[in-house]
Each structure stands twice: as structure tokens, then as C-alpha cells.
């Protein structure tokens, strides 16, 4: 890592300075000037042309050590281009191979999570028969994921149920659809989807069921089991 440096350390050349870094492409200097340190010239022709003292083993070239030199990108491997990953760091990137990086998990649901347990339609008919709808659908909310509500019924009379009794469903189907195919459009890119789901309804509605692929609970034995209360 490139150590810190203070900016008002480094030599800025000033107007009156007689060099310039590019003054060799219009001058008839020699080669050794374009790779040497600026003024290394002028140096050399004021010591009245004696032999150079050549460095010792030791010495570093100025601004080659790892605390002195001004950072330029990139430093290490800089013959790759900046920005491009190698396999182990390199010229701008320090990322690993691949099969080191943890893969992100992917969704295993349809809205970004697991596979809910269970969804729950009730029939209109087997509502009506409920004692208390607001406690039944409450109840079953303890244990299904999801609740709707079908009925071979026009919308509004199913909306006219929900508001009398102020329930709180999660789907139920329109105008345009009946009770079956609303529950077959609850498919596997559908938030409802749920690995077991279930209506619940009265005798002779099982084929809401059928025809949607869905399993059928019959009223009577859902309302024994869970200490509902019917009317008749």
C-alpha cells in the first residue's frame, strides 16, 4: 500500500527554472536525458565532464522506494492495464478468483423467499354458515398463510359480506372469473402459492376444487375439528 505523503512536500518547478521534462523533443539533447531525473544534465556539465560516480548496490533511485515515491497508478504489475482484475490483485483489482467469492442465494419462492405452507379459500356458501366469520377466519390466520374467499356469486355480494362482517382477506375472485378459475390462476408465479391449499367449503362444491387442482375440506369437518359453531 502506498504510504501517505504531504502534498507541500513535493517539488513543484517554478517558472524560473530552466528545464522542462519536454524540452527534449526540440532540443538536440542526448537520449540519457529523456530517462533521468530532471536538471541529471545540467548536473553532470558543471562537474567539468568528470566520470559519473556509479551507485552502489544499495541505493534506490529516487522516488523508486516504497515510502518515498509519489503514487501513480498503478505501481505493481503496471504493465496490465488499471482496472482490469488479475487472478491474484493486480493493476486495479484485488478481487479473487471466482470460486472464492460467496455466491449470493438464490430465491427459492415466487416473491423472493420460501415456499409458503398452506392457503386457505373459504366458499361463500360456507361462510354464510359460520356463527361468527370474524373468529373462524381469525383462527385459521393462526395456521394458513394465505385466506381468500370464492363463490359462483356476483363480486359485489362477496364485497357486501366482507364489510358487513369486516374480514380481511387476501384474494377472492371477480366479476370476470368464477371460483375455480380464480383459484387455478394461483399458479406458481403467484404470491398465494403455498405448498398445501385447501377449500373449504359445503356438499357439492367440490368442483371448485377439482377443477383448480386444489383439496377439498368439507365445512362440517373443518368446524368439528377447529370447535366452530354452525348455523343451519
Do not use: C
Request: glycine share 14%.
Amino acid at each position: 500500500m502506498t504510504e501517505r505523503i504531504d502534498l507541500d512536500d513535493v517539488e513543484v518547478e517554478t517558472e524560473e527554472d530552466e528545464g522542462n521534462d519536454g524540452d527534449w523533443l526540440w532540443r538536440n539533447d542526448d537520449a540519457a536525458d529523456i530517462d533521468g531525473d530532471v536538471g541529471a544534465g545540467s548536473a553532470a556539465d558543471s562537474a567539468g565532464g568528470g566520470t559519473a560516480t556509479e551507485p552502489s548496490g544499495d541505493d534506490e533511485p529516487a522516488g523508486d522506494s516504497q515510502g518515498d515515491r509519489i503514487p501513480h497508478v498503478p505501481y505493481e504489475s503496471s504493465d496490465s492495464p488499471a482496472g482490469i482484475p488479475k487472478e491474484r490483485g493486480g493493476a486495479g483489482g484485488g478481487a479473487g478468483p471466482a470460486e472464492d467469492r460467496a455466491e449470493a442465494p438464490e430465491a427459492s419462492g415466487p416473491h423472493g423467499g420460501g415456499v409458503d405452507d398452506m392457503a386457505t379459500a373459504y366458499t361463500y356458501e360456507a361462510v354464510q354458515r359460520l356463527a361468527d366469520p370474524r373468529v373462524a377466519l381469525a383462527e385459521t390466520n393462526e395456521w394458513s398463510d394465505w385466506i381468500g374467499l370464492v363463490g359462483d356469486v356476483p363480486a359485489h355480494a362477496i364485497n357486501s359480506f366482507l364489510r358487513e362482517h369486516e374480514l380481511d382477506i387476501d384474494f377472492f375472485n371477480g366479476s370476470g372469473d368464477g371460483p375455480a378459475e380464480r383459484l387455478a390462476a394461483i399458479g406458481e408465479h403467484s404470491m398465494f402459492y403455498s405448498e398445501r391449499m385447501v377449500v373449504v367449503g359445503t356438499d357439492g362444491e367440490e368442483w371448485m376444487a377439482e377443477e383448480a387442482g386444489w383439496e377439498f375440506v368439507n365445512l362440517d369437518d373443518a368446524a368439528e375439528s377447529a370447535g366452530w359453531e354452525l348455523e343451519d
